[in-house]
């Protein structure tokens, strides 16, 4: 049994997004039961254990190719469907069409598009506010995906397009975007280098939330 095993089975068992704070307490609480299931080896587990372990889950996640990705929002973690599987779970919710785009997922979706791979951190260094809703949002229509991670101290991930973004907007390849050329030599601004992100332990920016 490891810890993040332990926050596998919280986050599963969860019906809303949990911040780091209320997964600590979860884990910690379980020592009120540990006469009938054995000590609870956990009790004395730290938020900045709880995060370390939250990250390597979703690099696990990633890596493995499963069906399901880790994702950080506003609220706090949360277990949720690969984009790609969208039409076969959506069968057991049916609901209406989304919505169109709102106009802070164009921008954000444009800026991805036109300077791909990018961090979220360089995406809100340009839009200057946060973009995890957003982001999520784009990453669940199958408009954007995880490409990797940054060759830079703290490795953030990097976005992209994908194939149904092309297929969506009726493009045969990115070059067919509008002005390419002349918005990809265009300088935007940069997410500055953080204290925590040269940390050789940070990996993504803190949630703001």
């Known amino acids: 049994m490891t810890l993040a095993k332990i926050i596998e089975a919280v986050l599963f068992s969860a019906q809303k997004p949990l911040s780091i704070r209320e997964i600590t307490t979860a884990i910690k609480g ?15 587990v730290r938020e ?19 069906a399901f990705q880790l994702v950080e929002k506003a609220e706090g973690w949360q277990l949720v469907t ?17 919505a169109r785009l709102s106009a802070p997922a164009l921008e954000t979706l444009a800026i991805i598009a036109y300077r791909q791979p990018i961090t979220r951190a360089d995406v809100e260094a340009v839009r200057g506010v946060n973009i ?3 982001l999520q949002t784009l990453m669940e229509r199958g408009l954007v995906k995880i490409a990797g991670r940054a060759e830079i101290p703290g490795r953030p991930l990097l976005y992209e397009t994908t194939q149904f973004f092309l297929e969506h907007f009726g493009l045969r390849n990115l070059d067919e975007l509008p002005n390419v050329e002349e918005l990809r030599k265009q300088n935007l ?3 500055k280098q953080s204290a925590a992100e040269s940390s050789p332990s940070s990996s993504e920016p803190a949630n703001s939330g």
């Open 30 to 44: 379980a020592e009120d039961d540990a006469a009938a299931d054995g000590a609870n080896d956990f009790s004395r």
């Open 48 to 66: 900045p254990e709880i995060a370390a372990a939250l990250e390597q889950l979703k690099i696990e996640y990633v890596q493995q190719e499963r």
């Open 82 to 98: 690969e984009p790609q599987y969208a039409q076969w779970v959506r069968q057991l919710y049916p609901a209406p069409k989304p």
């Open 132 to 134: 995890d809703g957003v």
């Open 189 to 191: 601004p940069v997410a």
